[in-house]
């Protein structure tokens, strides 16, 4: 197997991951690897990076399992990161009046970030553990709550 350097791992082992969530077939995924660094792998090297991606992902798992608030930290960080774009964006917007194509892109961004940061809200009460604070968790308990009401 040839050597490959740090960013070409990266883009294998991505490759492979994603690829490999799709079922696409190993020859295709070795196929895709050639196509992207121009090396060959055989199918040991590919099921030694699908091993490697699986123990990283347990490890990076049993790491954020046992350290709950460093998560729900790392969480608030991602919240605060979007919620800081979105204001950047807001000041592109301001200060391009005259230029509509800058503000309309601005705008994507900003409804793109809007979507995400809406998710994050939605996903917040079950990885905090509270009870649902997001208008779809409180349509689901409510659904739940009158479907339980017509049952007794």
């Known amino acids: ?90 000041e592109i917007i301001e200060k391009n009046p005259n230029n509509p194509q800058v503000q309309q892109l601005s705008l994507s961004e900003l409804h793109k970030l809007n979507l995400t940061l809406s998710n994050y809200y939605d996903v917040a009460p079950d990885i905090i553990g509270n009870s649902p604070i997001s208008t779809t968790s409180q349509e689901k308990t409510a659904t739940s709550e009158k479907q339980e009401t017509i049952i007794v």
């Open 1 to 90: 197997m040839p050597k490959f350097s740090g960013s070409e791992r990266k883009i294998i082992q991505s490759l492979v991951a994603t690829l490999s969530i799709k079922r696409i077939p190993e020859v295709e995924i070795i196929n895709a690897i050639h196509n992207q660094t121009g090396k060959t792998i055989s199918s040991r090297s590919l099921y030694n990076i699908r091993a490697r991606i699986k123990k990283d992902s347990y490890n990076w798992y049993q790491i954020l399992r046992q350290g709950h608030y460093e998560y729900i930290h790392e969480f608030k960080e991602r919240i605060n990161e979007i919620i800081w774009l979105q204001q950047k964006h807001h």
